[in-house]
């Protein structure tokens, strides 16, 4: 039985609006970490869901003419749709509206109720309908809501409160007591640096009178909960809390991913509600940075929020998924384009990856009818040609970087050693060897170290291309079998092809894209949106 343990979250997406590209990086993010522990011997179980309660879900609902659940239902399948279309294997999907859910929530806000911090009072404050939540001025820019760009309204009502304030300086210690908390760390300052202010207690309730769509206070039949201390919740309602199996076996040790606009209730809100309710706080948050598209940040106005579907169908799955690991740098702000994408598929994949493959076991089969020759060990030796070492550094360089959730340095990491090979390659000359018979035993030295390189890669690319990787050990006649994949400990020991295998004749992993056809495609686009801009008169109007 293992006895190493992990569980990764996504957010639970907020199902006011379709999937787009931001929310497809994190659960593909956590998809990678997840199958990276799962080739590090770890245990894993990995949760995503959607949230659905709250003011937005109502207003869309009306919007559409139908109720908040059946609003819900719609968009949450969306979401759980999206999954496998972006082949990741999550354990779990759990939604809000979840009877289990809903009665954990219960129970943890009477804990904490039952404890006295939670209390009834009025309050004034400026409240911000589009986060749902009250803010202090000083956290507005311009006496503005930074995401919505509107100035919140004063509203003065009667709700309940959680103590947060109790638990600040406990909190502040807690962080500084364990540096991984919140990775990056600029999160882990910013959060430190917002805890110098005194911490307000938080509005954890609505009234019914505004606001029925939510899970009732158990101690008050007219108020409902306030959507994040409900959302935060599902962590643990997921797993059983508190006698269900899977808590006892997976928490606390959860890292959450989560993009740097929730930080606040991930890093502020959860541990202290957790340490209120008497359980063990969680292990880690790994906070990234937005996709900007084409230099902004994805907006509806601005007509550039990025659909995932569309994008996996154009160019795949798995060209999809290596773009946003190696573009990205967790942590960071980063640029999606078609033009960069298609430059990493035909740079990266074509020319790197696909090129080296494919050369490779053509030329096996070419020399040897693709049959694995058998590596002369004096030969090897003599002329230094075997990659195992450089083999072990890549397995050392990714297992170190994909464990600090540093997933552009794991690719890169990979790539270093697909580079080595290819220099090999040139170096090596096995079509000037070929020519000589008296040359052979060197050329099957030579083809069996980069046959062996390309079988180490092909299980260092998992957690990221997982169908490449199992096209190209198919290839290999490396196949796993009902798992799937090779552990990192099982990757490394060298020499694993054995002498003998016949190795079919390599298919294309990654054909090129004609970046003149996708220049051909939006000229004719603009050209389209520029005559349509014409038509627009008043003598003339969009029917």
Not at 396 to 404: E, V
Request: proline content about 5%.
């Amino acid at each position: 039985m293992k006895s190493k343990k992990q569980f990764f979250t996504t957010p639970i997406y907020y199902v006011n609006a379709k999937p787009h590209l931001g929310h497809a990086y994190t659960s593909i993010a956590a998809d990678v970490a997840t199958r990276f522990k799962q080739i590090d011997d770890y245990e894993t179980f990995f949760l995503t869901g959607t949230d659905e309660h709250g003011d937005k879900i109502v207003q869309a609902a009306q919007q559409q003419g139908t109720t908040p659940k059946e609003y819900a239902d719609n968009i949450s399948k969306l979401f759980q749709d999206l999954l496998p279309v972006l082949n990741v294997k999550n354990n779990h999907f759990i939604r809000t509206t979840d009877p289990d859910h809903i009665q954990v929530v219960k129970d943890v806000l009477s804990k904490i109720y039952d404890s006295g911090d939670i209390y009834f009072s009025s309050y004034e404050g400026l409240y911000c309908f589009g986060c749902e939540r009250f803010y202090q001025e000083r956290e507005l820019v311009d006496g503005k809501c930074q995401d919505h760009g509107v100035e919140p309204e004063l509203i003065k009502e009667s709700n309940y409160f959680f103590k947060m304030s109790k638990y600040q300086e406990w909190l502040i210690n807690h962080i500084k007591a364990n540096p991984d908390f919140i990775q990056p760390a600029q999160y882990k300052n910013e959060i430190l640096s917002f805890l110098k202010e005194p911490l307000e207690d938080l509005c954890i309730s609505r009234p019914k009178s505004r606001l029925t769509w939510g899970i009732t206070l158990p101690f008050d039949e007219d108020y409902v909960t306030y959507v994040w201390f409900d959302a935060l919740v599902n962590y643990i309602s997921a797993l059983g809390y508190p006698d269900g199996k899977l808590f006892k076996k997976f928490w606390p040790g959860a890292r959450h991913f989560v993009a740097k606009d929730i930080i606040k209730p991930h890093g502020i809100y959860w541990p202290i509600m957790l340490k209120a309710a008497g359980i063990q706080i969680y292990n880690g948050l790994n906070v990234h940075g937005f996709w900007n598209v084409k230099g902004s940040k994805m907006s509806k106005s601005i007509g550039n929020v990025t659909d995932p579907i569309q994008v996996t169908n154009k160019y795949g799955i798995d060209p999809f998924r290596y773009f946003l690991m190696r573009e990205m740098v967790f942590g960071l702000d980063a640029n999606f384009t078609e033009e960069t994408i298609v430059s990493r598929i035909n740079s990266d994949l074509a020319n790197d990856l696909g090129n080296l493959f494919s050369r490779v076991l053509s030329m096996n089969h070419r020399y040897f009818t693709g049959e694995v020759k058998e590596p002369d060990a004096e030969i090897e030796k003599q002329k230094n040609l075997s990659l195992a070492s450089d083999a072990k550094k890549a397995i050392d360089k990714f297992r170190q970087a994909m464990s600090l959730c540093e997933f552009h340095k794991g690719v890169e990491a990979i790539w270093q050693f697909i580079s080595i090979m290819n220099k090999y390659i040139d170096t090596t000359a096995p079509w000037t060897l070929a020519k000589d018979d008296a040359n052979i035993p060197i050329l099957g030295t030579v083809l069996y170290n980069l046959i062996e390189g390309l079988r180490v890669v092909s299980c260092l690319i998992y957690p990221i291309m997982p169908q490449t990787s199992l096209k190209m050990q198919k290839t290999l006649c490396m196949e796993k079998g009902e798992k799937g994949f090779y552990t990192l400990k099982e990757t490394f020991p060298w020499g694993q092809i054995k002498k003998g295998t016949i190795i079919a004749k390599p298919d294309i992993l990654f054909p090129r894209i004609d970046t003149d056809k996708i220049k051909s495609k939006n000229h004719k686009k603009k050209l389209a949106v520029s005559n349509f801009d014409k038509s627009v008169t008043p003598g003339n109007p969009v029917k």
